[in-house]
């Protein structure tokens, strides 16, 4: 049978963001998937470059809607630790909150956007629903439902008083109950298990190969959170597990996520009841010394780390944002081959793929019309080259 | 006067596209925020159905045309193209501040601002991103808007109009 070419996007129904699919497909089946990621691609990284620390967090908290406590505070222990300053125990308590919060949102987001893939609209429904408590939750704290701007180099921008930590704690026993029931349903419901077990396997050999980050990672039965390893925050004092499967297929990462939802509770209700006393932030320097590191962090679809180049100015020289979602598209090409076409939305949701993060962009010779990659020095040095007067 | 035939179908029409507005959402280049907030929104929560709101996936089936976010360069043509594939009347709701100006990233190299470069819009919603009930209200605001222009016969009558003041613009947006 001749193989099809399959276009899905940048606009579609079953899409959320723009991207656009090639599927070469062999009746049925699969045979190998193009992508075009760059549709949301705005250069948030050369803005970081333009403007001052107080104003390069709320840009970056605009990296992506879902997390973007996880880019803000990424940068901000980078920058933290290059002005060699130690932000209050109070203020890392806070950070972790809303850290754990928005991993909530995030996985019951996810959870009901796969279950709508799969045509189970009912949990859908609920577990939007249940998402609603968690934001409620952060715009008690924070003042807003999606971008909260908690972080400052130094510290959070706002503190939380007796009776935000109470309501919070109030409304954590009738989620645990939720999520419990909805770790039963992953397990035992007939329409999710016919529709996840055995889609888009990735065995612990091929996940390694392809570098994948996060929950993908952690169903194929890969001990790896940095939160564990690289502790940061109170990752270290409060009491967790980190959650592995060893199914690796979509219901594997469907299991790792409702537990990790169950996990990121017990974190938020250790870290609301052992919340430290004093101040929330300590004066940060305006300007930083030369340097460059490299910040980890554990967002709900894996690994992001920042790199950071400062040359003792106000501003980054440059920064570097290396998002889970691209560490993990490597593998979902993998994870379709020989699939049907049906079950391209499952498979693609199953990383939770977040395409404002990723969005790049490729620079094509305009001569030979050749597509690569040029290093950072590279480019600095064509661009002095070719405006020699703006050194 | 009496009720032509067809002035009588006009009105029918008219009444059954108040009643039940159809809505296409298109990112272009959004941070997903609006996005996520677009589908809080119909959720059991703010249940947006209950004003008859459906959102629907092809544009050639949509009266309302919710733009989420600045627009790419990339998208600048897509953009343009699904709008042109949409049936008159139609109505596009430009939402937070990327919608209106760019945001945070205007000026950026890869940006075109704000959408009414692209596309003409009827309303704005403030917000970064905004809160789902400033959605549903925004989209009664258009369907307020629909039914003034169902009664001057077309959105012509906005174009010659001088700018509206405050007041002016409070009283136009509650007829029923």
Redesign the interface.
Known sequence: MPEVVVSIGPHHPALKEPVNFKIIADGEKIVRLELDLSYNHRGVEKAAEQRDFIRVLPLLERVCGICSHSHSTAFAQGIEEIMQIEIPPRARYIRTIIAELERMHSHLLWLGVAAHLIGFNTLFMWTWRDREAVQDTVEEMSGNRVHYNMNEIGGVRCDLTPAQVNAALARLPNLEERVNKYVDMVNYEETMLLRFRGVGRLSKEEALRYGTVGPTARASGIDYDTRKDDPYLAYADAPWNVVTDTNGDVYGRTRVRVWEIQESLRIVRYCLENLPEGAIRVPAPKNAPKGEILSRYEAPRGELAHFIRTNGTDRVERVDIRTPTLANWTSVAMCLVNQNLADIPVIVAAIDPCLSCTSRITLVENQTKKAGVISFDELIRRYRSRNPEEV | MAVTAAGLSQRLVNWARARSPWITV????????????I??CL???FDVERFGILV????RHADILIVTG?V?L??AS?LRR?WEQMPEPKYVIAMGACGASG???HG????MDSVDKVIPIDVYVAG??P?PDEIINAVVTCLNLLREDALHGGREWRKKAVPVTRTEEKTCGVIP
């Not at chain 2, 298109?26 to 907030?37: L, P, R, T």
């Not at chain 2, 629907?56 to 544009?59: E, Q, R, T, V």
């Not at chain 2, 950026?108 to 940006?111: G, I, K, S, T, V």
């Open positions: 298109f990112n272009s280049g959004a941070c997903n925020a609006c996005d996520i907030e589908i809080a959720m059991p929560r629907k996936g092809s544009p600045h790419t990339k998208q897509r699904v945001g945070v990233f950026l190299y890869h940006m970064c991103p809160r």
